[in-house]
């Protein structure tokens, strides 16, 4: 190394401080360690406090950013005893099988058009499919569905309906992983019985709505007192009140996919302040191994609301 070269060296360390002082620095750390160490008087530590955990529920249909937890997970929403929660809400009381059956006939037959968040889990072809999140709007007359999915599962995936018009047709906007090798939303349009459609749902699109339900309990009073039973108030993670459960046996004539027959367990609003009142708003259905193959829950229902054809069209998917 050149003589040059340290001077420039020394002068920089002497710029910044530290080349004058290293011997006053080290004679100084050995004087503190020869010293005592004093002890240093008790912390007092800060109360931890966990972050709020987001309510997976509350989540609006216009949402399209955040995914609803599966129903395993989601937190109860009512953290009172459902003894103050009742107390709190106007309910309908005294009911039996067929009263509810009367008046959710009765109200549903009275609503023409509805939108909701519509939440569904099964089993399809034995294979468990994941919880699914859909914004749902429904048109009795022409019967027209259309769907968007919310969640993280199909996200941004559509389903418009109208049963008799363009073509007669089920016209979707695929998500992104739909259809391998397209690696962007693309229109498609298939025949509502195609087995591509059949094999993503135990359910026809003419299924959709409230009717399939309501023709559970149709059956089951059909067949006697002992083929339906109360449940009575029940406390579910999806509603922050108690929902009147009605259960329902089930055969394999009514329901084919149910070789061995099985049950239903219908859940209906009572509140009569609520749009969803009287509907049946969470359906389950129950192999004959008790096993839950269908899940199906309608909330945060917006009753009445007014739609027309051009909410139906095809061309409105992605739009």
């Known amino acids: 190394m050149t003589v040059s070269r340290l001077l420039m060296i020394a002068m920089l360390f002497s710029s910044l401080g530290c080349f004058g002082n290293l011997r006053e620095l080290q004679s100084r750390r050995d004087r503190q360690r020869s010293q005592p160490i004093a002890e240093a008087p008790p912390r007092i530590r800060p109360l931890a406090i966990p972050a709020p955990v987001p309510d997976p529920q509350r989540l609006d249909v216009a949402d399209e950013t955040r995914t609803l937890l599966p129903v395993a997970q989601v937190p109860p929403v009512a953290t009172q005893p459902i003894a103050q929660v009742k107390a709190e809400v106007p309910m309908s009381t005294g009911e039996t099988p067929e009263s509810i059956f009367k008046l959710s006939s009765e109200r549903y037959r009275g609503m023409d058009a509805f939108e909701s ?57 695929t998500a992104v992983g ?18 591509m459609v059949r094999g993503r749902s135990r359910r026809h699109i003419d299924e959709a709505g409230f009717s399939t339900a309501l023709h559970v309990l149709e059956r089951g009073l059909s067949r006697g007192p002992n083929a339906v039973r109360m449940l009575g108030p029940v406390q579910r993670r999806e509603f922050p009140y108690p929902l009147i459960g009605v259960e329902v046996t089930v055969t394999s004539e009514e329901e084919p996919l149910l070789t061995k027959g099985g049950r239903g367990v219908l859940f209906f609003d009572m509140n009569r302040n609520s749009n969803s009142y009287g509907l049946p708003v969470i359906t389950l259905t129950y192999d004959h191994e008790n096993r839950e193959v269908e899940y199906y829950c309608f909330d945060r229902l917006i009753y009445p609301v007014k739609f027309d054809d051009q909410d139906f069209h095809p061309d409105m998917l992605g739009k």
Do not use: C
């Open 117 to 173: 968040r519509f939440t569904r889990r099964e089993i399809v072809n034995d294979v468990q499919l994941p919880m699914e999140v859909i914004a749902f709007k429904f048109r009795k007359t022409p019967f027209s569905v259309r769907m968007k999915w919310l969640g993280e599962v199909g996200h941004g995936r559509e389903t418009i309906y109208v049963k008799g018009q363009h073509g007669d047709q089920l016209h979707i906007l």
């Open 178 to 195: 739909d259809v391998p090798l397209l690696k962007r939303p693309t229109r498609m349009s298939f025949s509502p019985k195609s087995s």
